[in-house]
């Protein structure tokens, strides 16, 4: 089998969920700051109560953490770099890693508004999901490869989570139907 591959990259991207990550930790630092300060400084008056503003800071600190926590993670998975062959599709992220996912290996691919979705198993066996976003330049030939692949390894591919085996096309493209009734028969 012939290990040619297409690469398909934005720079952009990774540039972009970078300082989103650095915006992330700036701004978590100041808040987590902010309130261990606060803390402290209740005590010092006397209209409030120490014991109960040290609990209300320490739960906002705990939630701002995993708001970060979640943002950092969203942004180091997005993928910048997408190389595309017959065997595999392979995603850096933002974060370094490479991830691979042998088509064999692909359970569904789908196709949405605001991007790609490869669900699969990497491998190491792990599940995984490889998300390209629709923003990526050429994300249209990067689309219409994958769905071919997709297809030729017989892996189930989705439109908005709709596989497409039960999509209804004269329903979406009523004009469809039209075109095929006003072309002349040749047979």
């Known amino acids: 089998m012939s290990t040619w591959s297409q690469v398909f990259d934005d720079d952009r991207v990774l ?9 992330c930790v700036v701004v978590f630092a100041l808040v987590a700051g902010a309130l261990v300060s606060a803390a402290p400084l209740a005590a010092l008056w006397e209209i409030t109560d120490a014991a109960s503003v040290a609990i209300f800071c320490g739960t906002l600190l705990a939630l701002c953490a995993a708001v970060a926590m979640v943002t950092l993670a969203r942004e180091y ?3 910048w770099r997408i190389e595309l062959s017959v065997r595999r599709f392979v995603g850096h992220d933002a974060a370094g890693r490479r991830r691979v996912v042998a088509w064999a290996k692909v359970v569904r691919l ?65 004009t469809l139907c039209e075109t095929i009734k006003r072309a002349p028969s040749r047979l």
């Open 15 to 23: 540039e972009e969920a970078r300082g989103k990550a650095r915006r």
């Open 77 to 79: 998975r997005r993928l």
């Open 110 to 174: 789908d196709v949405l508004d605001d991007g790609l979705v490869v669900t699969g198993r990497d491998e190491a066996g792990h599940g995984t999901q490889l998300t390209v976003s629709a923003r990526m330049p050429n994300y249209t030939a990067l689309a219409h490869r994958a769905v071919e692949y997709a297809e030729a390894h017989g892996r189930m591919i989705c439109i908005d989570g709709t596989p497409v085996s039960d999509l209804d096309l004269v329903a979406l493209f009523p």
